[in-house]
T-cell receptor, first 113, second 114 residues
Framework: EPEVTQTPSHQVTQMGQEVILRCVPI?????FYWYRQILGQKVEFLVS????????KSEIFDDQFSVERPDGSNFTLKIRSTKLEDSAMYFC???????????FGDGTRLSIL | AQTVTQSQPEMSVQEAETVTLSCTYD???????LFWYKQPPSRQMILVIR??????QNATENRFSVNFQKAAKSFSLKISDSQLGDAAMYFC???????????FGTGTSLTVIP
């Protein structure tokens, strides 16, 4: 069964540095998402992306964050200047249509030092 | 604002027994979707079951079934004949009919006792 894949599984970065989290959604999916889960807290929506543009974003997704689909397969989340509070598990998801269930990747654990 | 509440941080069940995980939500929408996702220690969230709010019939997927009470805004998950592989964190999630954003609960950690 096709899966959403995320790399790396664990990223350790110094505060203030830029980080890029990578995701390969399921190949025939059209909608892409990023979520984050701070340790011990609920999964929170960050952004959804469709037709090469952001379709929805939450209050968390401020100017420090950006997303990009640089080619036909990758979907990236960039954090420009990381803060300690950005430490979390980041999940990528994709869906075929907007109203279909989202399929999640394994997540990338981001640790900011 | 949409909120999803899971009031049971931890639950345990004997293998082969039945367990029910609770979920309530708050919304002013009449049409929406509800989901249960399972997150095993391997971390990937897996869809367990989905319910459309306009459907009165409770969704069922093999050993997993839901009790959807729209008026009470309740969406509980029943796992029958529990298996060791059911041990995981279970998240209840809500999505409006329009829009793609999921709202998740805080999760229930299920332990299955052999």
């Amino acid at each position: 069964e096709p899966e959403v894949t995320q790399t790396p599984s664990h990223q350790v970065t110094q505060m203030g540095q830029e980080v890029i989290l990578r995701c390969v959604p399921i190949s025939n999916h059209l909608y892409f998402y990023w979520y984050r889960q701070i340790l011990g807290q609920k999964v929170e929506f960050l952004v959804s992306f469709y037709n090469n543009e952001i379709s929805e974003k939450s209050e968390i997704f401020d100017d420090q964050f950006s997303v990009e689909r640089p080619d036909g397969s990758n979907f990236t989340l960039k954090i420009r200047s990381t803060k300690l509070e950005d430490s979390a598990m980041y999940f990528c998801a994709s869906s075929g249509q907007g109203n279909q269930p989202q399929h999640f990747g394994d997540g990338t654990r981001l640790s900011i030092l | 604002a949409q909120t999803v509440t899971q009031s049971q941080p931890e639950m345990s069940v004997q293998e082969a027994e039945t367990v029910t995980l609770s979920c309530t939500y708050d919304t002013s929408e009449s049409d929406y979707y509800l989901f249960w996702y399972k997150q095993p220690p391997s971390r990937q969230m897996i869809l367990v079951i989905r319910q459309e709010a306009y459907k009165q019939q409770n969704a069922t997927e093999n050993r997993f079934s839901v009790n959807f009470q729209k008026a009470a805004k309740s969406f509980s998950l029943k796992i029958s004949d529990s298996q060791l592989g059911d041990a995981a964190m279970y998240f209840c999630a809500y999505r409006k009919n329009t829009g793609n954003q999921f709202y998740f609960g805080t999760g229930t950690s299920l332990t299955v006792i052999p």
